[in-house]
């Protein structure tokens, strides 16, 4: 499980270092695609398989479906964790994105989100705001 929040910058070369409290559960390989919420979403390659393969069982008849399963596969890719902790985030998700020199990484739950670190920190603010009725949504859902 990943959790807590790591700020890094990537280098002049497009690499970005992985906090190395998520390293040992990523792996040497994962998969890094778009998000929700204009950030990237980073799993492990066996958290990935279990996604694409509930995205593969979407209804292609319902155009919601096809669009979200063509979100999120189309744009992954496979990337190597490098001997130094590094992944290349790739130029058209760095752009998506707007990810610049800072970013912050995110553990939540089965992922690690990568956000460009205005964008987070605007969007923790926000959220922050909103904590009591979000609190409320989660009981009715039974958490």
């Not at 002049?12 to 778009?34: C, E, M, Q």
């Not at 130029?91 to 990810?99: E, H, I, P, S, V």
């Amino acid at each position: 499980m990943f959790i807590g929040e790591y700020t890094h910058n990537i280098d002049a070369k497009k690499r970005l270092a992985i906090p190395s409290k998520f390293r040992k559960s990523l792996g040497a390989s994962v998969v890094i695609t778009l998000g929700l919420d204009n950030c990237l979403f980073l799993f492990p390659i066996q958290e990935w398989e279990i996604l694409a393969d509930k995205l593969g069982h979407l209804p292609i008849g319902q155009q919601d479906a096809r669009g979200f399963s063509r979100l999120m596969m189309a744009g992954a890719a496979e990337v190597e964790i490098d001997s130094l902790g590094r992944i290349l985030i790739p130029d058209y998700l760095k752009n998506r994105t707007g990810l610049n020199k800072k970013v912050v990484l995110a553990g939540v739950g089965a992922r690690v989100e990568i956000w460009n670190e205005a964008s987070w920190i605007q969007y923790k603010e926000k959220i922050e705001k909103e904590v009591g009725n979000l609190a409320e949504k989660m009981g009715q859902l039974g958490i």
